[in-house]
């Protein structure tokens, strides 16, 4: 039921319940000459930055170039390139964002890369929102596919819905990621294919240490009937799992991963994120294995200041 108001409560707070505050404790505090004119100066300062984050930082993408060497990649892979996007929340676009999801679309294909994934969150609360969407989606094009995984949101768990509403409202979003030709993968992987080499792209479903969030992802099943040491990229919504599932469980040599949004909020290099998690973003090693949390693309709350949504371009390469 919070995620159903967040936006309500977001624009009530930063428009008008901090910059209240901050006027009101600067005419308390501070001398009266000039405590007032302080506090009115706050308070637009406030208001100013949630204008600009809603109007201009929220459609702003940025592109972030990763490359991953790794000795169990196959010769063939060497300088294997994958688009990486996640968190779209389609239903934060519309009105005057209506080209954001066009032009974040044309970037993707104008990579060219041998796949695109998408880690998760594609609608906000139910899949009613997607339909608008349906075309520009449907443009994603890779030449091995593109291949999804759900993100939290894209579960029936923020609206008050029977058991049959909430069955039929997650087949809906399966149903739609299908149709749009994405091979969505829940607990379960793919082979590609290069000469006599391949690698293994294995999706989880979601899996967080909340336990409010879905907890369905299962590692074992995700990769049962690989055998050997191949190379495996793992893509998984949440990034705690990396942690406590993904490490001691498998051999996932790359995990992608969204879900934190990057906190859409940076200053000086930090974000709110790093309250909640140890991975919120950017590439992380423990040895030669690696997650990498992007801060997504859209957000249910439309509003992103120092924190831009980004598509990641990942090169695998041959050490």
Same mark, same amino acid.
């Given at each position: +039921?919070?995620? !159903? &108001?967040?936006?309500?409560?977001?624009? @009530?707070?930063?428009? *008008? =319940? %901090?910059? #209240?505050?901050?006027?009101?404790?600067?005419?308390?505090? +501070?001398?009266? !000459? &000039?405590?007032?004119?302080?506090?009115? @100066?706050?308070?637009? *300062? =406030? %208001?100013? #930055?949630?204008?600009?984050?809603?109007?201009?930082?929220?459609?702003?993408?940025?592109?972030?170039?990763?490359?991953?060497?790794?000795?169990?990649?196959?010769?063939?892979?060497?300088?294997?390139?994958?688009?990486?996007?996640?968190?779209?929340?389609?239903?934060?676009?519309?009105?005057?964002?209506?080209?954001?999801?066009?032009?974040?679309?044309?970037?993707?294909?104008?990579?060219?890369?041998?796949?695109?994934?998408?880690?998760?969150?594609?609608?906000?609360?139910?899949?009613?929102?997607?339909?608008?969407?349906?075309?520009?989606?449907?443009?994603?094009?890779?030449?091995?596919?593109?291949?999804?995984?759900?993100?939290?949101?894209?579960?029936?768990?923020?609206?008050?819905?029977?058991?049959?509403?909430?069955?039929?409202?997650?087949?809906?979003?399966?149903?739609?990621?299908?149709?749009?030709?994405?091979?969505?993968?829940?607990?379960?992987?793919?082979?590609?294919?290069?000469?006599?080499?391949?690698?293994?792209?294995?999706?989880?479903?979601?899996?967080?240490?909340?336990?409010?969030?879905?907890?369905?992802?299962?590692?074992?099943?995700?990769?049962?009937?690989?055998?050997?040491?191949?190379?495996?990229?793992?893509?998984?919504?949440?990034?705690?799992?990396?942690?406590?599932?993904?490490?001691?469980?498998?051999?996932?040599?790359?995990?992608?991963?969204?879900?934190?949004?990057?906190?859409?909020?940076?200053?000086?290099?930090?974000?709110?994120?790093?309250?909640?998690?140890?991975?919120?973003?950017?590439?992380?090693?423990?040895?030669?294995?690696?997650?990498?949390?992007?801060?997504?693309?859209?957000?249910?709350?439309?509003?992103?200041?120092?924190?831009?949504?980004?598509?990641?371009?990942?090169?695998?390469?041959?050490?």
């Amino acid at each position: +039921m919070i995620a !159903r &108001y967040a936006i309500l409560f977001f624009y @009530t707070m930063g428009l *008008v =319940v %901090i910059p #209240l505050i901050l006027f009101f404790l600067c005419r308390w505090l +501070m001398p009266k !000459r &000039y405590g007032r004119k302080v506090g009115a @100066t706050l308070a637009a *300062v =406030v %208001i100013l #930055l949630v204008g600009y984050g809603t109007l201009f930082g929220y459609t702003h993408i940025e592109v972030r170039q990763v490359n991953y060497v790794s000795n169990d990649l196959p010769a063939s892979f060497d300088g294997y390139r994958i688009v990486c996007f996640s968190d779209a929340h389609v239903g934060s676009i519309s009105g005057f964002r209506s080209s954001f999801l066009h032009a974040a679309v044309d970037s993707m294909l104008a990579k060219k890369a041998d796949m695109i994934v998408f880690v998760g969150d594609l609608q906000n609360l139910e899949p009613a929102e997607l339909l608008l969407h349906e075309k520009e989606l449907k443009r994603l094009r890779a030449r091995d596919g593109v291949y999804s995984v759900l993100g939290n949101h894209d579960y029936a768990i923020y609206l008050p819905l029977s058991d049959e509403q909430k069955t039929a409202n997650e087949e809906a979003v399966q149903k739609f990621e299908r149709s749009l030709g994405w091979k969505l993968l829940m607990n379960e992987h793919r082979v590609i294919r290069r000469d006599s080499d391949s690698i293994v792209v294995a999706g989880m479903e979601n899996w967080g240490v909340v336990k409010r969030m879905p907890r369905r992802g299962d590692v074992k099943k995700t990769l049962a009937g690989v055998t050997g040491h191949p190379f495996i990229l793992m893509l998984q919504h949440d990034p705690t799992a990396w942690r406590h599932k993904i490490l001691p469980e498998s051999q996932a040599q790359l995990t992608l991963s969204g879900h934190t949004h990057g906190g859409q909020f940076s200053l000086f290099g930090w974000s709110p994120a790093s309250l909640f998690y140890d991975e919120w973003y950017g590439t992380t090693y423990e040895g030669s294995r690696a997650l990498d949390v992007t801060s997504g693309l859209g957000a249910l709350i439309p509003f992103r200041l120092g924190m831009s949504g980004e598509i990641v371009v990942i090169t695998l390469k041959k050490k």
